[in-house]
């Protein structure tokens, strides 16, 4: 049985992309986690990220992108109610700290 992924997440971006005789829908999703804990990216745990701290305030960059299209990885995605086959090409991440008044 496959593992599950479950995240609460925004679609920010949506356009399609036309290879061949093929038409794909490709979207954004964007997460916001806790700092205190670690919820995505990690469930990815297929991709050996290497860069991500199990909790994120250690992690030592602000802003990457990983590419994940050579991983070909391929997901049933539900998304407010339909459900379809998507691949993951890429994950960014941006961290944001909240200033202490």
Known sequence: MADTIR????????????KKDDVYACFTLKVIEDSSV????????????????SVATNDVFNKINIPAEDYNLGYKIT??????????????ATI???KDR
């Open 7 to 18: 995240f609460s997440s925004t679609m920010t971006k949506i356009s399609s992309n036309i």
């Open 38 to 53: 670690r919820t995505f990216p990690g469930q990815f745990h297929t991709i050996d990220l290497g860069v991500f701290d």
């Open 79 to 92: 998304f407010g109610g339909l459900e379809f086959g998507a691949k993951l090409e890429s994950i960014n």
């Open 96 to 98: 944001k700290h909240t």
